[in-house]
């Protein structure tokens, strides 16, 4: 069965950093451009980053650009988020989703073609 685990959230204080991380069971990433989105308590999701299948080609949010990097490892098969400089505003539940498309294709607040959802992983940045 196709699945995708989220790992890595927890609690941080603002400034600091965490690193979330992508897992698939049951199919492989490489085919796919994988997307991470956030959503926070009382508002609508939005996408945060996204990353082409073969990992040459990342987008990413105006408001984590410069302080998150989306990377890949498809021999590993996960995808990764690293978040610094994180600020209480980036509290939320995180989730990352897998592509029909082998390139992020912009649409809407996020990406289009996504058909795989994982359960999600919450930060809290607080102090």
């Known amino acids: 069965q196709a699945q995708l685990v989220e790992s890595g959230g927890g609690l941080v204080q603002p400034g600091g950093s965490l690193r979330l991380s992508c897992t698939a069971s049951?199919?492989?990433?490489?085919?796919?451009?994988i997307a991470w989105f956030r959503q926070a308590p009382g508002k609508e999701r939005e996408g945060v980053s996204c990353?082409?299948?073969?990992?040459?080609?990342?987008s990413y949010a105006d408001s984590v650009r410069g302080r998150f990097t989306i990377s890949r490892d498809n021999d590993k098969n996960t995808v990764d988020l690293l978040m610094n400089s994180l600020k209480t505003e980036d509290t939320a539940v995180y989730y990352c989703?897998?592509?029909?498309?082998?390139?992020?294709?912009?649409?809407?607040?996020?990406?289009?073609?996504?058909?795989?959802w994982g359960q999600g992983t919450e930060v809290i940045v607080s102090s």
């Open positions: 049951g199919f492989r990433l490489n085919a796919h451009a």
């Open positions: 989703a897998a592509s029909q498309l082998v390139r992020c294709v912009a649409y809407g607040s996020g990406w289009s073609g996504l058909s795989s």
């Open positions: 990353i082409s299948s073969s990992g040459g080609l990342t």
